[in-house]
């Protein structure tokens, strides 16, 4: 506590967080139960399973799932569950649903991806309640698993929060760092979050007068969505709490 105390109060001093980061590595293998050969042999002979200790392995396991819900917008046929369809003139016309129903969507693919695993997934949790003119405050998904030790007794839960916005949202480059990370990870026991904004831009997307087009970062290429929100998370990121950026692509192919 002392040395996280000393590295946040001298940022510039690089080596405290890296000395800070060896410390607890350290103290992990001290009271690291090691996996039994039995146990071992049946986690690699799964190859769905993967053994969750600590938050860190949630959130791996969370960004592989994401990944493979994108994989699920353009398969064969495609997946089209966050754009509405309709018909006018005899023309097929095309635009994204709203947040709500991309947080609701991720949330029920993350209940059936990882159900087996025992993790749950949560839509619009409280963690702080409304106090005089301070709002209550609200996270999009939280994603929490129970971790069992080797002899099967369940461990202290761990917990990855997932903030979702849509490329045209006017806070989309402000609220990694005022949100995610000053209102919901800073102020409180969560150590983990993921920054997860959806793309929609494409000639698919045909319906006149949509202001979102425009809005936000929806004229910026996803490719330089991405490079501007990884290096956000990384200059935002400390050696105490940790946010990855990820933009799914979300724009639609069966047009």
């Known amino acids: ?13 690089f080596w405290l967080g890296d000395l ?4 607890r590595k350290t103290a992990r293998r001290m009271n690291w139960n090691r996996p039994s050969p039995e146990n071992l042999m049946r986690a690699f002979a799964d190859s769905e399973r993967r053994m969750i200790r600590t938050a860190g392995d949630l959130r791996s396991l969370i960004l592989d799932s994401l990944t493979r819900y994108e994989d699920t917008l353009h398969g064969a046929p495609p997946a089209t569950e966050l754009w509405n369809e309709t018909t006018r003139n005899r023309k097929k016309v095309w635009e ?10 991720l949330v029920l693919h993350l209940k059936r991806d990882l159900k087996k695993r025992g993790i749950f997934a949560s839509r619009e949790v409280m963690i702080r309640k409304r106090f005089e003119e301070e709002r209550a405050q609200l996270i999009d998904i939280v994603v929490t698993a129970v971790p069992f ?5 369940p461990g202290d839960p761990v917990t990855v929060i997932v903030e979702v916005k849509c490329a045209w949202n006017d806070g989309v480059l402000k609220d990694m760092n005022r949100q995610l990370f000053a209102r919901y990870l800073c102020n409180s026991e969560y150590d983990f979050g993921i920054y997860l904004v959806a793309y929609f831009s494409c000639k698919g997307w045909n319906r006149l007068k949509d202001s979102r087009i425009s809005n936000g970062e929806s004229r910026t290429s996803i490719k330089n969505l991405r490079a501007k929100l990884s290096l956000q998370a990384q200059q935002i990121s400390t050696t105490e ?5 990820l933009v799914l692509d979300a724009r639609i192919t069966n047009t």
């Open 20 to 23: 800070l980061a060896e410390m």
């Open 149 to 153: 030790t080797e002899d099967g007794k």
């Open 241 to 245: 709490k940790r946010i990855d950026a």
């Open 1 to 13: 506590a002392a040395m996280a105390d000393l590295a946040r109060k001298r940022p510039d001093d």
């Open 96 to 105: 994204p649903k709203d947040e709500n129903n991309l947080s609701d969507c």
